[in-house]
């Protein structure tokens, strides 16, 4: 392989310098002229670069690029082995429309298959791209080229099938580089992935690989510096969940603004950092972590990330041809169960991805995941499962995925509930059988379709190599037969005949070691053909110069200085020639094997062929047959059996047959270990008396240290003064001193050590005396002839049974104990030594072979007092008919110290005093339950009880309900007329009917039980506990929107009805309303100052919620607009208005039932400013006519006017003399000679108006003639007049606490003195009453009226010339 250093600088004019560039677009390389580029110049680039094409021959090929630069580059294309300067076989052209540039290629042939090179270059750089034309041959050349391609195909699989590469090894480019998706993989990869993608490129020179690559990265990381300052933690793309996959990295950006691009395969991918699109970007401080959501096999390529042009990061995203023949099934499990899921896979796939409830598992104690040996079934089991394992588990090969339910059910014995279960052998779910049937199946297929592959290749080989032949023998004709033999290129010098080539040797890939436990061939060669004899060309493909590592590399191609004749190239991946027999594999390697010291292992593998032997290595060296060593050949299988494992038989064993190896890890243990003998006799109870030694010895092996520990009854023991514990290499012994009774229970001996853990349990049981019996004391009779008792064993018989009670009874009042001597073991005694009336007390113990308890004494029993036994409950009626009534109730608390012999019942009717016992004096009810038939139908009773024991019958009970002597009532019928009256989002409103009486069918109703049902749920509750008298009824706490089923049950005695249900479905909604705006004095028009806020509120009323839109001039509103909206009303603000915010705003408010528009013009503006210079001329004598420049805000306001104001020299104040004008001038009219005029002109408009622009002033000069007045003499006039009203007061009603305003108006001259009062009471001087005159009227205020205001009111009025007055009456209203 050969690699062009990168310091290598192409050729370059004197004083130039070459600059190397990294284009945007992958594989354009750019060399830069100049160290700095001008402003507003740059380098050419390409902005789409050609795509390799496959053509037909004889058709039209066509490369098209879009090149930039400034100035514009000069654009030449070349091809590596001709020219391209035939104007009939090569048209360069450029489409200015397009902008592309085009080589064009008609009628196509075979010998243009070649590599070409577009160059773009201007004074500041040049741009170079390859690209290649791959030409397919038509006729028989087309029908070897199909053949040709079968062939590769079948290889192609052929490989794949038999693992020995990853991938078929990629082509070198033409001119020695390699791909450049090469170099962008290892320079984001570990340093462990580097030969997995030297062996994927077809990359043999790893030394220069390695040399090359850390030049790159220098270059690279000075260009990451001028954007990035940190870059680390690099994930590689991988399925993070079902349908996303995922890679990361953590970056540090100098510019946060700088622009991050995302390429596919050297195509830029947009993505969204807000929403979660197909391509997503979130970051998460400084993670940046990239999603592809909605996988698809199109998705497969490779991933860049570049920012500014500069790649930080590359991944290649690779989808496994694979999908779930057999998918995981749902798994029922109980506690402490492991639950197993399974798959099986349709090719064989090392590893998958296992998620539980969106959460990747890994192997552990919790998990264990496995794979079978042929790869296709995959396992994973959940161990121990609780609940809080149940949920979604989840497969996840490639893209395809399959998920389950894990459903964790209690443990049904009952005994385990609430307790820690020891955790179950068993485990549920798993296929069995069935799946590895289907996997077996599966392996036969592909097995099967490997072996038609191999077929198909030697028939396709054999068809190649005839064609070859003929083409050979056709080449031979054609070559002049004197000439001399032609050298292969590489050799030594020494000439071969043409139609002899010998196969160069291929080198051996290296030996790898098995760590999969799936054996690899370990120096088998790939299948390859012998080259193919052909004349010596130009170019050679990469595959001839392929060289093992000792080998010199042949030296780089250079163009023949001799002349030579055309020769037509074909370009492509080449073919195998010869397919060689992949011979003897494994199909199922070595797996690694656990064994304990002393037990059996067994190592086994199995191979595809049986006529085989192979060799068993240890540790590197060979082993053979043994007494403790057995190779067992079976058929297929290979058999290595070690009888008796040692510690010494560890190590790594491998299985060699046939050039092929299978490699595993043989681990003996030696964990803690038990004699059975020993173990059976530990387990044996140990029983002891109290205040004895205890102990307890187990000897053991295994390998040291091993941890040792003793728990009784579940918790761990510690040395102390009561237990001793003795530890060694072989044995332990505990020793528990002076052991109590509460120390009996399970001892437990742990031992641990690295390989294992083993436990022994034994039971200690300590005798001891029993407890005291227990009370409380139950009296069965105490009577003037015997006393019974009853009472409770001991808690703790110590160990051992009972054998006897022992009592002693004291008469109270004396001092003494009599021994009444043993009894049996029965906790019960009856003393018949009794004296009337008297009290005795007893004493107890209990009796064992240990000992005898402590004492357990009673209370004071009396002997055949009177004592009687309280009330019963009250009687409840079970039943009623009219010839019969039963009756039950339970016995009283207190039975008065003996047994209860029986019940007296009795009976009383209603409005009587008189009870009657219902049953015979002499025959007590001994039951709880009476009938009584001694009833009178329609009649109305209530009975009561009273308990009888020795001392006789007790206290009655309470009287039970009224019962009347009839038959059962029927239940009612169904409600009617069922409806919804009213509902809201949390209630709902209901009423109904009540049901018909139909006589003997049903019988009236008492009540109603409303019953709601969601309608997800299958269940009906009740929404009332007591039965409803009204036949109305509201439903409270239903949740918003939510569906409801709702029905009606009537009830009376004799049950409830049949329910009455609605005819559909409610909705948790108020009544549908159509939209309609509540607000009556909403505006149409607003006005508002540029930059202040707009603000419309709009109240409507509507159900359920409606959309609401709002428009301007019939668009949605633009973002600078707030629109939000509540229940009821909806907002729309202008933060900031501008003028373009004017225009017509529309809200549309729209439901299900209906809708609603109102549109409102919403004018932005600003203070005009004022007009422009002011001119006046006069046209006409008498008139004048003023001009002036028009405002600025005129244009963009059609709303603005101009209002012109006049002032002359007479009357000396500004008035209007005109307004509303939308023109620049005016006439003005009456101008009289010899005064001054001014006239100033204002814009306006909707918010306001303008500065004035004020004109100068225009004179008119007038001849003054002389004015003569002649006036007559005046007379003396009187004007003085009496007061007389012309308004009297009018009379008022005014409510308490309310203001009363009353006036009245008065006419004199000269001005009367005007006087106010109240019943006759001068009001002026009061500071209670506020009293005006203002040009005759007068007026009086009253502030907050009382009662006490009430009575006539009078205005009196006079000056010299008389007197008036008015009254009027002031009524208070309360």
Same mark, same amino acid.
């Given at each position: 392989?050969?690699?062009?250093?990168?310091?290598?600088?192409?050729?370059?004019?004197?004083?130039?310098?070459?600059?190397?560039?990294?284009?945007?677009?992958?594989?354009?390389? *750019?060399?830069?002229?100049?160290?700095?580029?001008?402003?507003?110049?740059?380098?050419?680039?390409?902005?789409?670069?050609?795509?390799?094409?496959?053509?037909?021959?004889?058709?039209?090929?066509?490369?098209?690029?879009?090149?930039?630069?400034?100035?514009?580059?000069?654009?030449?294309?070349?091809?590596?082995?001709?020219?391209?300067?035939?104007?009939?076989?090569?048209?360069?052209?450029?489409?200015?429309?397009?902008?592309?540039?085009?080589?064009?290629?008609?009628?196509?042939?075979?010998?243009?298959?070649?590599?070409?090179?577009?160059?773009?270059?201007?004074?500041?750089?040049?741009?170079?791209?390859?690209?290649?034309?791959?030409?397919?041959?038509?006729?028989?050349?087309?029908?070897?080229?199909?053949?040709?391609?079968?062939?590769?195909?079948?290889?192609?699989?052929?490989?794949?099938?038999?693992?020995?590469?990853?991938?078929?090894?990629?082509?070198?480019?033409?001119?020695?580089?390699?791909?450049?998706?090469?170099?962008?993989?290892?320079?984001?990869?570990?340093?462990?992935?580097?030969?997995?993608?030297?062996?994927?490129?077809?990359?043999?020179?790893?030394?220069?690989?390695?040399?090359?690559?850390?030049?790159?990265?220098?270059?690279?990381?000075?260009?990451?510096?001028?954007?990035?300052?940190?870059?680390?933690?690099?994930?590689?793309?991988?399925?993070?969940?079902?349908?996303?996959?995922?890679?990361?990295?953590?970056?540090?950006?100098?510019?946060?603004?700088?622009?991050?691009?995302?390429?596919?395969?050297?195509?830029?991918?947009?993505?969204?950092?807000?929403?979660?699109?197909?391509?997503?970007?979130?970051?998460?401080?400084?993670?940046?972590?990239?999603?592809?959501?909605?996988?698809?096999?199109?998705?497969?390529?490779?991933?860049?990330?570049?920012?500014?042009?500069?790649?930080?990061?590359?991944?290649?995203?690779?989808?496994?041809?694979?999908?779930?023949?057999?998918?995981?099934?749902?798994?029922?499990?109980?506690?402490?169960?492991?639950?197993?899921?399974?798959?099986?896979?349709?090719?064989?796939?090392?590893?998958?991805?296992?998620?539980?409830?969106?959460?990747?598992?890994?192997?552990?104690?919790?998990?264990?995941?496995?794979?079978?040996?042929?790869?296709? *079934?995959?396992?994973?089991?959940?161990?121990?499962?609780?609940?809080?394992?149940?949920?979604?588990?989840?497969?996840?090969?490639?893209?395809?995925?399959?998920?389950?339910?894990?459903?964790?059910?209690?443990?049904?014995?009952?005994?385990?509930?609430?307790?820690?279960?020891?955790?179950?052998?068993?485990?549920?779910?798993?296929?069995?059988?069935?799946?590895?049937?289907?996997?077996?199946?599966?392996?036969?297929?592909?097995?099967?379709?490997?072996?038609?592959?191999?077929?198909?290749?030697?028939?396709?080989?054999?068809?190649?190599?005839?064609?070859?032949?003929?083409?050979?023998?056709?080449?031979?004709?054609?070559?002049?037969?004197?000439?001399?033999?032609?050298?292969?290129?590489?050799?030594?010098?020494?000439?071969?005949?043409?139609?002899?080539?010998?196969?160069?040797?291929?080198?051996?890939?290296?030996?790898?070691?098995?760590?999969?436990?799936?054996?690899?061939?370990?120096?088998?060669?790939?299948?390859?053909?012998?080259?193919?004899?052909?004349?010596?060309?130009?170019?050679?493909?990469?595959?001839?110069?392929?060289?093992?590592?000792?080998?010199?590399?042949?030296?780089?191609?250079?163009?023949?200085?001799?002349?030579?004749?055309?020769?037509?190239?074909?370009?492509?991946?080449?073919?195998?020639?010869?397919?060689?027999?992949?011979?003897?594999?494994?199909?199922?390697?070595?797996?690694?094997?656990?064994?304990?010291?002393?037990?059996?292992?067994?190592?086994?593998?199995?191979?595809?062929?049986?006529?085989?032997?192979?060799?068993?290595?240890?540790?590197?060296?060979?082993?053979?047959?043994?007494?403790?060593?057995?190779?067992?050949?079976?058929?297929?299988?290979?058999?290595?059996?070690?009888?008796?494992?040692?510690?010494?038989?560890?190590?790594?064993?491998?299985?060699?047959?046939?050039?092929?190896?299978?490699?595993?890890?043989?681990?003996?243990?030696?964990?803690?270990?038990?004699?059975?003998?020993?173990?059976?006799?530990?387990?044996?109870?140990?029983?002891?008396?109290?205040?004895?030694?205890?102990?307890?010895?187990?000897?053991?092996?295994?390998?040291?240290?091993?941890?040792?520990?003793?728990?009784?009854?579940?918790?761990?023991?510690?040395?102390?003064?009561?237990?001793?514990?003795?530890?060694?290499?072989?044995?332990?012994?505990?020793?528990?001193?002076?052991?109590?009774?509460?120390?009996?229970?399970?001892?437990?001996?742990?031992?641990?050590?690295?390989?294992?853990?083993?436990?022994?349990?034994?039971?200690?049981?300590?005798?001891?005396?029993?407890?005291?019996?227990?009370?409380?004391?139950?009296?069965?009779?105490?009577?003037?002839?015997?006393?019974?008792?009853?009472?409770?064993?001991?808690?703790?018989?110590?160990?051992?049974?009972?054998?006897?009670?022992?009592?002693?009874?004291?008469?109270?009042?004396?001092?003494?104990?009599?021994?009444?001597?043993?009894?049996?073991?029965?906790?019960?005694?009856?003393?018949?030594?009794?004296?009337?009336?008297?009290?005795?007390?007893?004493?107890?113990?209990?009796?064992?072979?240990?000992?005898?308890?402590?004492?357990?004494?009673?209370?004071?029993?009396?002997?055949?007092?009177?004592?009687?036994?309280?009330?019963?409950?009250?009687?409840?009626?079970?039943?009623?008919?009219?010839?019969?009534?039963?009756?039950?109730?339970?016995?009283?608390?207190?039975?008065?110290?003996?047994?209860?012999?029986?019940?007296?019942?009795?009976?009383?009717?209603?409005?009587?005093?008189?009870?009657?016992?219902?049953?015979?004096?002499?025959?007590?009810?001994?039951?709880?339950?009476?009938?009584?038939?001694?009833?009178?139908?329609?009649?109305?009773?209530?009975?009561?009880?009273?308990?009888?024991?020795?001392?006789?019958?007790?206290?009655?009970?309470?009287?039970?309900?009224?019962?009347?002597?009839?038959?059962?009532?029927?239940?009612?019928?169904?409600?009617?007329?069922?409806?919804?009256?009213?509902?809201?989002?949390?209630?709902?409103?209901?009423?109904?009917?009540?049901?018909?009486?139909?006589?003997?069918?049903?019988?009236?109703?008492?009540?109603?039980?409303?019953?709601?049902?969601?309608?997800?749920?299958?269940?009906?509750?009740?929404?009332?506990?007591?039965?409803?008298?009204?036949?109305?009824?509201?439903?409270?706490?239903?949740?918003?929107?939510?569906?409801?089923?709702?029905?009606?049950?009537?009830?009376?005695?004799?049950?409830?009805?049949?329910?009455?249900?609605?005819?559909?479905?409610?909705?948790?909604?108020?009544?549908?309303?159509?939209?309609?705006?509540?607000?009556?004095?909403?505006?149409?028009?607003?006005?508002?100052?540029?930059?202040?806020?707009?603000?419309?509120?709009?109240?409507?009323?509507?159900?359920?919620?409606?959309?609401?839109?709002?428009?301007?001039?019939?668009?949605?509103?633009?973002?600078?607009?707030?629109?939000?909206?509540?229940?009821?009303?909806?907002?729309?603000?202008?933060?900031?208005?501008?003028?373009?915010?004017?225009?017509?705003?529309? *809200?549309?408010?729209?439901?299900?039932?209906?809708?609603?528009?109102?549109?409102?013009?919403?004018?932005?503006?600003?203070?005009?400013?004022?007009?422009?210079?002011?001119?006046?001329?006069?046209?006409?004598?008498?008139?004048?006519?003023?001009?002036?420049?028009?405002?600025?805000?005129?244009?963009?306001?059609?709303?603005?006017?101009?209002?012109?104001?006049?002032?002359?020299?007479?009357?000396?104040?500004?008035?209007?003399?005109?307004?509303?004008?939308?023109?620049?001038?005016?006439?003005?009219?009456?101008?009289?000679?010899?005064?001054?005029?001014?006239?100033?002109?204002?814009?306006?408009?909707?918010?306001?108006?303008?500065?004035?622009?004020?004109?100068?002033?225009?004179?008119?000069?007038?001849?003054?003639?002389?004015?003569?007045?002649?006036?007559?003499?005046?007379?003396?006039?009187?004007?003085?007049?009496?007061?007389?009203?012309?308004?009297?007061?009018?009379?008022?009603?005014?409510?308490?606490?309310?203001?009363?305003?009353?006036?009245?108006?008065?006419?004199?001259?000269?001005?009367?003195?005007?006087?106010?009062?109240?019943?006759?009471?001068?009001?002026?001087?009061?500071?209670?009453?506020?009293?005006?005159?203002?040009?005759?009227?007068?007026?009086?205020?009253?502030?907050?009226?009382?009662?006490?205001?009430?009575?006539?009111?009078?205005?009196?009025?006079?000056?010299?010339?008389?007197?008036?007055?008015?009254?009027?009456?002031?009524?208070?209203?309360?």
């Amino acid at each position: 392989m050969k690699f062009r250093k990168s310091k290598d600088e192409e050729p370059t004019a004197p004083g130039q310098v070459a600059i190397k560039k990294r284009s945007k677009v992958p594989g354009v390389m *750019i060399t830069q002229f100049v160290e700095e580029i001008p402003a507003g110049k740059s380098h050419p680039d390409f902005n789409r670069k050609p795509i390799a094409l496959t053509i037909q021959e004889g058709k039209l090929a066509v490369f098209k690029a879009i090149i930039t630069g400034d100035p514009t580059p000069a654009v030449t294309w070349a091809r590596n082995n001709g020219d391209v300067s035939d104007p009939e076989r090569y048209v360069v052209s450029y489409d200015q429309i397009s902008g592309e540039h085009q080589l064009q290629m008609p009628n196509v042939g075979v010998d243009q298959a070649d590599t070409y090179k577009c160059y773009a270059q201007n004074e500041f750089g040049r741009a170079v791209v390859t690209v290649t034309l791959n030409i397919i041959e038509v006729g028989f050349k087309k029908s070897k080229a199909m053949q040709e391609g079968r062939l590769e195909k079948a290889a192609a699989d052929l490989k794949k099938t038999l693992r020995t590469r990853a991938e078929t090894q990629k082509k070198e480019r033409e001119d020695g580089e390699v791909d450049e998706k090469f170099w962008e993989l290892l320079l984001s990869a570990d340093k462990k992935d580097y030969e997995r993608i030297c062996i994927e490129y077809g990359v043999t020179d790893f030394r220069g690989m390695l040399r090359k690559l850390n030049e790159k990265k220098r270059e690279i990381e000075d260009q990451r510096a001028q954007f990035v300052e940190h870059l680390s933690n690099l994930k590689h793309i991988e399925v993070k969940t079902p349908g996303c996959a995922e890679f990361e990295f953590e970056m540090d950006l100098k510019d946060p603004n700088a622009r991050i691009f995302l390429f596919k395969d050297g195509v830029m991918v947009p993505f969204n950092t807000e929403t979660d699109e197909k391509h997503f970007l979130r970051q998460v401080g400084r993670k940046f972590i990239f999603s592809v959501n909605g996988l698809s096999p199109e998705d497969a390529g490779m991933y860049q990330v570049d920012i500014e042009g500069v790649n930080v990061f590359s991944t290649d995203f690779k989808i496994p041809a694979v999908d779930f023949l057999v998918k995981i099934q749902e798994v029922k499990a109980i506690e402490r169960q492991d639950a197993v899921f399974e798959c099986v896979l349709s090719a064989p796939l090392s590893k998958i991805s296992w998620m539980g409830k969106s959460t990747p598992l890994v192997q552990g104690e919790k998990y264990d995941i496995s794979v079978s040996e042929d790869m296709l *079934i995959h396992r994973l089991v959940v161990k121990d499962c609780m609940q809080v394992d149940k949920g979604i588990y989840a497969a996840v090969a490639g893209i395809k995925s399959c998920n389950a339910w894990l459903i964790v059910e209690p443990d049904p014995d009952p005994n385990n509930r609430g307790k820690k279960a020891a955790r179950k052998t068993t485990v549920a779910g798993g296929g069995g059988a069935d799946l590895q049937k289907i996997a077996a199946e599966q392996q036969e297929k592909l097995q099967k379709e490997r072996e038609e592959r191999m077929e198909q290749i030697k028939e396709f080989q054999a068809e190649l190599e005839d064609a070859k032949a003929i083409e050979t023998e056709v080449k031979e004709e054609e070559e002049v037969p004197a000439g001399p033999l032609e050298v292969q290129e590489g050799s030594t010098g020494t000439p071969q005949a043409v139609d002899k080539p010998k196969p160069k040797p291929k080198p051996k890939p290296e030996k790898k070691p098995d760590t999969g436990g799936v054996a690899e061939p370990e120096s088998e060669p790939e299948p390859e053909p012998e080259p193919e004899p052909e004349p010596e060309t130009k170019v050679q493909k990469k595959e001839e110069h392929v060289t093992s590592p000792g080998q010199v590399p042949p030296p780089p191609e250079e163009e023949s200085t001799g002349e030579e004749p055309k020769k037509r190239v074909r370009t492509g991946p080449l073919v195998p020639d010869t397919v060689i027999d992949p011979g003897v594999h494994f199909t199922s390697g070595l797996s690694d094997v656990h064994a304990i010291i002393g037990q059996s292992a067994v190592m086994e593998c199995k191979l595809s062929r049986e006529d085989c032997d192979g060799v068993w290595y240890k540790d590197g060296k060979d082993i053979t047959d043994t007494d403790a060593l057995k190779i067992i050949k079976d058929g297929l299988v290979r058999k290595l059996i070690l009888t008796n494992c040692k510690e010494d038989d560890s190590g790594k064993y491998r299985f060699e047959a046939d050039g092929r190896k299978t490699e595993a890890i043989l681990i003996v243990e030696d964990p803690p270990r038990l004699n059975q003998d020993d173990l059976a006799k530990f387990s044996e109870p140990v029983i002891i008396k109290a205040n004895q030694n205890a102990t307890f010895k187990l000897e053991f092996i295994g390998r040291e240290p091993i941890k040792v520990q003793w728990y009784n009854e579940g918790e761990e023991l510690t040395e102390d003064n009561h237990v001793r514990i003795e530890k060694s290499s072989s044995h332990s012994r505990l020793l528990l001193v002076k052991c109590q009774r509460k120390d009996s229970g399970e001892i437990k001996l742990k031992l641990k050590n690295e390989f294992g853990t083993i436990e022994a349990l034994s039971k200690l049981i300590v005798l001891d005396k029993p407890t005291n019996p227990m009370g409380p004391i139950e009296v069965l009779e105490a009577s003037s002839s015997c006393v019974e008792l009853k009472w409770r064993s001991p808690k703790d018989d110590g160990g051992s049974t009972i054998l006897n009670y022992s009592l002693d009874r004291n008469q109270i009042g004396r001092n003494t104990w009599v021994k009444l001597g043993n009894i049996p073991p029965e906790a019960h005694y009856k003393d018949n030594d009794v004296d009337h009336g008297r009290k005795y007390c007893y004493r107890i113990r209990a009796i064992t072979a240990e000992g005898t308890s402590d004492v357990f004494e009673t209370d004071d029993i009396q002997a055949g007092t009177k004592a009687y036994p309280g009330p019963p409950s009250t009687p409840k009626v079970v039943r009623a008919f009219k010839d019969l009534v039963t009756l039950s109730w339970t016995p009283p608390s207190n039975t008065g110290g003996t047994n209860i012999v029986g019940y007296n019942m009795e009976k009383r009717k209603r409005g009587s005093n008189l009870w009657s016992q219902v049953n015979a004096p002499e025959e007590p009810i001994k039951g709880k339950q009476y009938e009584v038939k001694d009833v009178v139908e329609g009649m109305e009773y209530e009975f009561r009880v009273s308990a009888i024991n020795f001392s006789g019958a007790g206290e009655p009970s309470t009287p039970s309900e009224f019962v009347i002597a009839r038959d059962p009532k029927k239940p009612p019928g169904k409600v009617t007329d069922l409806k919804v009256t009213g509902s809201s989002h949390t209630s709902l409103n209901l009423s109904w009917t009540k049901p018909e009486e139909e006589e003997g069918v049903q019988d009236e109703a008492k009540g109603y039980f409303v019953e709601l049902r969601p309608a997800e749920n299958t269940e009906w509750s009740r929404c009332n506990s007591n039965a409803l008298i009204s036949t109305s009824y509201t439903i409270l706490g239903l949740k918003s929107m939510a569906m409801y089923w709702v029905r009606v049950i009537a009830t009376n005695e004799g049950g409830d009805g049949e329910p009455r249900d609605l005819d559909n479905y409610i909705i948790a909604m108020p009544p549908p309303v159509r939209p309609k705006f509540t607000d009556r004095k909403m505006k149409s028009f607003m006005v508002v100052r540029a930059e202040n806020s707009a603000r419309i509120n709009i109240n409507f009323e509507a159900s359920p919620m409606p959309t609401i839109i709002w428009l301007k001039d019939g668009m949605p509103v633009s973002k600078r607009v707030t629109v939000s909206n509540t229940d009821g009303l909806s907002q729309l603000l202008i933060p900031s208005s501008e003028r373009s915010d004017t225009g017509i705003y529309t *809200i549309i408010v729209k439901n299900i039932v209906g809708q609603e528009t109102f549109s409102i013009e919403i004018r932005v503006t600003d203070d005009p400013k004022p007009p422009g210079p002011v001119e006046l001329d006069e046209n006409v004598p008498g008139t004048l006519t003023v001009y002036w420049a028009a405002s600025p805000d005129e244009k963009r306001d059609d709303h603005l006017y101009y209002m012109v104001m006049k002032r002359d020299s007479v009357k000396r104040t500004w008035h209007a003399v005109a307004d509303q004008l939308f023109n620049n001038n005016f006439t003005a009219v009456n101008i009289m000679p010899g005064r001054e005029y001014n006239f100033r002109v204002y814009a306006k408009n909707d918010i306001g108006i303008s500065e004035p622009s004020e004109s100068q002033t225009w004179g008119v000069v007038r001849k003054k003639e002389k004015f003569i007045l002649n006036l007559a003499p005046s007379k003396t006039c009187n004007f003085e007049s009496a007061p007389v009203f012309t308004v009297p007061l009018k009379k008022h009603a005014s409510p308490e606490k309310y203001d009363c305003y009353m006036s009245c108006a008065v006419r004199a001259d000269p001005t009367p003195r005007v006087t106010w009062y109240r019943n006759n009471i001068s009001l002026n001087a009061n500071p209670n009453y506020y009293i005006t005159n203002t040009c005759g009227v007068c007026s009086m205020l009253i502030l907050r009226v009382a009662p006490k205001d009430n009575g006539e009111y009078k205005v009196v009025a006079e000056n010299p010339s008389g007197r008036a007055e008015c009254t009027a009456q002031l009524t208070i209203l309360e």
